[in-house]
């Protein structure tokens, strides 16, 4: 079977794809900080050489408002499916930097994980996908499956240029299925299949108090404190349990299935494991809801950061004339982005106090999505999963969002399989991040063996 010849290729030049890992882990593409744009620009055209490399065709970077996307392709399997795949080269912000046992951008291995930031999300994920063509072009020179590779730059920062792209772009869109590698199995001993992603709604409130910063001895005790009114809104947009306080906010909420929340118990996930995990005290959120409802069918609402006012060592006795807080709402089915913005627009307003100026703004916000897990698609994963990990993947949500997925389904009007590699404790968008190298490795294989098996007649028949 050819694919064997190819996964041997794979595993031989294994060193060699890490090396490459590592060069476009140095490149600190953050995509949500503008002096991170060139950085983007330069992952979006090493990737871009890289594949060009492979042998992928009709290379381009797509450059436009935003940051750069990647296009390739190659086509000539005549009579197969075409998968369209998808990954993001931007990464996340550092801080806090001095957490970091070995610096962000410099690809150290400890202990059997490439420690860097991106490398699980998403570069290391990516590179599965672009070895795996790789691999099939040098041992065969060809690939089984036509491919073709849509690599965004903002998937971490709202991803307004894929968007645009997904409406003017449909001739180099067309595919049967998007092949989606952002996501982690259920944990190292239970590879898995995700068929849901939350969406999200991301805004900033505002508070105003006087027009400019006061001595808080001159005017403490008169002056509104925009932190203090700030702090009153947050306080009631959750209660003490976790639960989100904003009037009709559950009222669209879809629980699953029971057969699927029966599923998820016998995963074996504990209130008190994951506390231990977690290093809290306890975990919050309605305890008559399992821990993974409450991570993957429930939504939830976070406080992300409260920018404004003095934070600096030391002291500086001021009332602040801003004050801000930066919100997140994970949304699951059938809440709507447009919905849940709205319902959270109107609670903010009504919550605020009279004595200053509360303003809420929308940074963006998706839809949640499930995915259709009885596809032949799904099932050529699965078979792919089992042949190289001996056991066969589990089918499970994640809290997470990644926005196009919705779009893919939506606007192309296909399924996507969304195949990750993460491991729970890679600590994403946290410090210290990383991509087990076993996991990288087996991930090459997983995807060349999955696109060997989507193409086959047994699984499209
Ligand atoms: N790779 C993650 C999504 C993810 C997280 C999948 C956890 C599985 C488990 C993705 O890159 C991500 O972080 N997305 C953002 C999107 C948001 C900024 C619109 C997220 O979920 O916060
Ligand atoms: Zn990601």
């Excluded at 694919?3 to 294994?14: F, L």
């Excluded at 890992?21 to 890289?50: F, G, M, Q, V």
């Excluded at 772009?169 to 239970?190: E, G, I, N, Q």
């Excluded at 195949?419 to 995807?447: C, D, K, M, W, Y």
């Amino acid at each position: 079977m050819t694919s064997e010849s190819v996964r041997s290729y794979a595993r031989h030049h294994a060193s060699e794809y890490r090396r490459q890992l590592e060069e476009l882990l140095r490149i600190p593409s953050i995509s949500t900080l503008p002096e991170h744009a060139e950085d983007c620009e330069r992952a979006a055209r090493w990737l871009a050489d890289r594949m060009t490399a492979a042998g992928l065709e009709n290379v381009e970077v797509v450059r436009g408002r935003g940051r750069p996307l990647v296009y390739a392709d190659w086509l000539h399997a005549e009579g197969a499916p075409t998968v369209l795949v998808y990954g993001h080269y931007d990464v996340q912000p550092v801080d806090p930097p001095e957490l970091w046992i070995s610096p962000p951008f410099e690809p150290e291995v400890r202990d059997g994980f490439i420690y860097a930031r991106g490398s699980v999300d998403d570069k290391g994920q990516v590179m599965t996908m672009v070895a795996a063509a790789d691999a099939y072009l040098q041992m065969e020179g060809r690939l089984p499956i036509n491919v073709r590779f849509l690599i965004e730059g903002e998937e971490e920062s709202g991803g307004e240029h894929i968007k645009r792209f997904l409406q003017t772009d449909l001739d180099r869109l067309k595919a049967d299925f998007a092949h989606v590698a952002d996501s982690s199995f259920f944990d190292s001993a239970t590879p898995s299949i995700d068929t849901g992603l939350r969406g999200i709604v991301y805004a900033e409130i505002r508070v105003r108090g006087a027009d400019h910063d006061l001595h808080s001895g001159e005017y403490g005790g008169v002056a509104p404190n925009p932190f203090i009114s700030l702090a009153r809104v947050i306080a009631q947009l959750r209660d003490e349990h976790g639960v989100v306080m904003i009037p009709g906010f559950y009222d669209e909420v879809k629980p699953p299935p029971e057969t699927v929340l029966e599923d998820w118990r016998s995963l074996g996930v504990t209130e008190e494991k994951v506390a231990r995990d977690l290093h809290v005290r306890r975990l919050i959120g309605d305890s008559d809801r399992s821990v993974l409802e409450r991570q993957w069918a429930l939504p939830t609402l976070d406080v992300h950061g409260m920018p404004g006012g003095f934070t600096a060592e030391g002291a500086k006795t001021v009332i602040p004339a801003l004050a801000s807080a930066k919100v997140s709402m994970r949304i699951v089915p059938d809440q709507t982005a447009d919905g849940v913005w709205r319902l959270f627009e109107q609670a903010v307003r009504r919550m605020a106090p009279d004595d200053v100026e509360v303003t809420v703004k929308l940074i963006h916000g998706d839809d949640p999505v499930l995915v259709p897990e009885k596809t032949p698609e799904i099932r050529a994963a699965a078979a792919a999963v089992r042949e190289v990990y001996g056991k066969e993947p589990v089918l499970i949500r994640t809290g997470g969002s990644i926005p196009v997925v919705g779009l893919f389904q939506e606007r192309l009007g296909i399924p996507t399989v969304l195949l990750g590699f993460g491991l729970p404790g890679s600590n994403l968008h946290a410090p210290n991040e990383r991509f087990s190298v076993e996991q990288f490795e087996r991930g090459i294989e997983t995807n060349a063996l999955f696109w060997g098996l989507a193409a086959t007649r047994k699984f499209r028949g």
